[in-house]
């Protein structure tokens, strides 16, 4: 019974957090059909000129380095964006800042609780 009322609490998250990301989206963005102007298949940097995100990434999109990218290539890193962004809508903080905090506790694991270290000494 716990699992399945897990499932249906994840499932409910997901589905919240899917609608929220769908009404965050910019309706200006181009999907890649909107995209391919000569319908050949594969993205020029050219043709994606408008989308200046995948602009910055495309050296990591572009996993076979032909200069273009093709449906799957795009697909692979459109997803990769869309889960950090539901990530960091979950989380409620971005990934890099929670990385931060995160590596500041570990280098300096006594700030984070507070004034432990003077109140072990004075009960010593």
């Known amino acids: 019974m716990k699992l399945v009322k897990s499932v249906l609490v994840a499932s409910a998250m997901a589905l919240a957090c899917g609608g ?3 009404a965050d989206k910019d309706k200006d963005s181009k999907g890649f059909n909107d995209m391919d102007k000569n319908a050949d298949g594969k ?3 050219a043709e994606a000129k408008g989308n200046k995100e995948l602009l910055a990434r495309w050296k990591e999109a572009d996993s076979d380095h032909d200069g273009m990218l093709s449906r799957v290539e795009y697909l692979k890193l459109m997803a990769k964006v869309d889960a950090n962004t539901v990530k ?3 989380s409620g903080a971005p990934a890099a800042a929670k990385k931060e905090v995160n590596q500041a506790k ?10 432990s270290s003077s109140s072990s000494t004075s009960t010593k």
Request: charged share 30%; glycine share 6%.
């Open 106 to 115: 570990r280098r300096a694991p006594d700030a984070s609780t507070g004034s």
């Open 20 to 22: 929220a990301f769908a």
């Open 88 to 90: 960091e809508k979950v």
């Open 43 to 45: 993205l020029t940097r």
